[in-house]
């Protein structure tokens, strides 16, 4: 069974740091293109960032770029996204997300950790 | 970069057809997918590549694409189709992935 446990999420101020994880389970991690999906409290969902197998390739959502870092360590099954000059639009639920065989849906989601960003 | 349009909300009777549409510019020639979210839950995978369901999805959840809309048909609906739907895509301009701004299904 596939498993994706997030963790990381706090409270923390404006223009502050933080590192997510994602634990994943079930599957054989590095053959999958991995992504964070976010959603701001009674809003919808927003993408986030996408890193390739290897780690070769990433990508960024405008709202995020030059702030956000996704990263992943294969022999560990994790991936993450570090988070830096958090603003208060960033106080969202991050999913960790994994691809379908087709590679551009996603078959598997975390449950979320909660971002706060709040003086 | 690429936008989708989803009516925010849809309502409709148990035992009818609900149908939650998705636009953009000439979605017909991008792959659709659809996710369920209730309440309090990640969202969940209910149709892929348009019209394809994972396993595990009821025959009742259905998706087609053409020109420049997509749809969700939920036939013979249930109180636990209760949810917000979103339309999802792959775009290679701007942002690779997008999202619907998602509709709210509300079972009468």
């Known amino acids: 069974e596939v498993q994706l446990v997030e963790s990381g999420g706090v409270v923390v101020q404006p223009g502050g740091s933080l590192r997510l994880s994602c634990a994943a389970s079930?599957?054989?991690?590095?053959?999958?293109?991995m992504h964070w999906v976010r959603q701001a409290p009674g809003k919808g969902l927003e993408w986030v960032s996408l890193i390739s197998w290897d780690g070769g390739s990433t990508y960024y959502a405008d709202s995020v770029k030059g702030r956000f870092t996704i990263s992943r360590d294969n022999s560990k099954n994790s991936l993450y996204l570090q988070m830096n000059s958090l603003r208060t639009e960033d106080t969202a639920l991050y999913y960790c997300?994994?691809?379908?065989?087709?590679?551009?849906?996603?078959?598997?989601w975390g449950q979320g950790t909660l971002v706060t960003v709040s003086s | 970069s690429y936008v989708l349009t989803q009516p925010p909300s849809v309502s409709v009777a148990p035992g009818q057809t609900a149908r939650i549409t998705c636009g953009g510019n000439?979605?017909?020639?991008?792959?659709v997918h659809w996710y369920q979210q209730k309440p309090g839950q990640a969202p969940v995978l209910v149709v892929y590549?348009?019209?394809d369901r994972p396993s595990g999805i009821p025959e009742r959840f259905s998706g087609s694409n053409s020109g420049n809309t997509a749809t969700l048909t939920i036939s013979r609906v249930e109180a636990g189709d209760e949810a917000d739907y979103y339309c999802q895509v792959w775009d290679s301009s701007s942002d690779p992935v997008v999202f619907g701004g998602g509709t709210k299904l509300t079972v009468l």
């Open positions: 079930g599957f054989t991690f590095d053959d999958y293109t």
């Open positions: 590549d348009d019209s």
């Open positions: 997300a994994k691809v379908g065989r087709g590679g551009e849906y996603f078959q598997h």
């Open positions: 000439n979605i017909g020639s991008k792959s």
